[in-house]
């Protein structure tokens, strides 16, 4: 029998108008959640989300304008409408947005809040980590690295880094009794961030 591939992810490359649009805290979260949980009502992500379905709708909407999420018509009945995330995964780079203040502001904006939901995702985890195993309080966690790179090998490592997440989330049987969902976060940062110098490196990326 022929072994059952996983479908490729969708990918979007975002563009000014699309980081305009999700520079919005829930809409962030609406993406998420729909990308991890699948086709739902506004209803029902107001629930999960904690707010109100008008909401929910107004910003599924604006949502669906950019493209970013598509109604699902093979789900629902009547007034009932399902949304799902119209990818799996959002790329860009932060010079994409050089060109236009208002979405350069909007891709800074976004950047800023991830860092923040990350803050928010360790400290409830921290908070219920009593209740996992040990073998799981173990394979969770955090750390850092330090290294001397050209930019060319740091770009290198991302792809080689969510390569090796790809091949393990693909390898993995959706039904293993085994299997958590798991969340990971991929971060490269300057120690100048950490330990300023007098003067930022030029364009071509030296001292």
């Known amino acids: 029998m022929e072994e059952k591939k996983r479908p490729a992810d969708r990918a979007v490359r975002i563009d000014h108008r699309q980081v305009r649009a999700l520079a919005q805290p829930l809409r962030m979260r609406l993406i998420g959640a729909l990308r991890l949980g699948g086709p739902a009502t506004a209803t029902t992500l107001a629930e999960q989300l904690g707010t109100n379905t008008g909401a929910t709708s107004y910003h599924l ?102 390569a090796v997440f790809e091949r393990h989330r693909d390898e993995t049987a959706p039904d293993d009794p085994d299997a958590e969902t798991v969340q990971f976060y991929l971060a490269a940062l300057p120690m100048d961030a950490a330990y300023p110098r007098s003067a930022p490196p030029s364009a071509e990326g030296k001292p």
């Open 61 to 162: 909407r604006q949502l669906a304008e950019v493209g970013l999420v598509v109604e699902d018509p093979t789900l629902g009945t009547g007034r009932q409408r399902y949304w799902r995330a119209a990818h799996d995964v959002t790329n860009w780079e932060s010079s994409d947005f050089d060109d236009d203040p208002d979405a350069r502001a909007a891709i800074e904006w976004i950047e800023a809040d991830y860092v923040r939901f990350f803050a928010q995702h360790a400290e409830r985890w921290f908070a219920q980590r009593h209740r996992w195993s040990p073998a799981w309080r173990d394979g969770f966690g955090m750390g850092d690295f330090f290294m001397r790179i050209p930019v060319s090998r740091l770009e290198a490592i991302k792809e080689e880094v969510f």
